[in-house]
């Protein structure tokens, strides 16, 4: 196991803080969110750092906004997401990752769903998903478009900073 070092804190603490940042940033739109873009390139380009950064992510999330449901749905839906594209890191190309940042965008919502499966049964977290669909879409196209734009400017960022690290 390798020694956390003082370039890994401030590496993990600054993808927390731009996490944050950018989620607060755009908050005034229903379901159109730099999160899933911005894990999405740290699991890429950091790998299980990103992991780090996304638990301190979620803390941070629930000492500005307390705790809730919604902090079980963070702890399992954020994890997935940078493992998942961990998985793919060797993948290239906007097309691929637009289309996988919003099948995930898609997705949320049927995975944050699965804690009503245990706080209120079937046809709670069922309820909870169909009605949740068309933000569910929106977080798809969102996520899709967002990751299309700005995929190859934020590829040639990423190069040039992991490269001087």
Request: one cysteine or more; hydrophobic letters at 60%; aromatic letters at 16%.
């Amino acid at each position: 196991m390798r020694k956390v070092t003082a370039l890994d804190v401030a590496t993990i603490g600054i993808m927390s803080a731009t996490l944050s940042a950018g989620k607060t940033a755009l908050a005034f739109l229903p379901n159109i969110e730099v999160v899933s873009l911005l894990i999405i390139f740290y699991s890429i380009y950091f790998g299980r750092k990103a992991i780090a950064a996304v638990f301190v992510f979620i803390a941070a999330e629930c000492l500005i906004w307390g705790m809730g449901l919604w902090t079980v749905m963070y702890v399992y839906v954020w994890p997935i997401l940078t493992v998942l594209a961990m998985v793919f890191r060797k993948r290239e190309g906007a097309l691929f990752w637009a289309a996988f940042s919003g099948i995930f965008g898609l997705a949320f919502g049927g995975l944050c769903s699965l804690v009503y499966l245990f706080a209120g049964g079937f046809r709670t977290a069922f309820g909870w998903w169909v009605a949740g669909i068309p933000m569910d879409i929106t977080h798809c196209i969102g996520n899709f478009v967002l990751m299309l734009a700005l995929y190859k400017p934020l590829r040639t960022v990423m190069d040039r900073i992991t490269h001087k690290i």
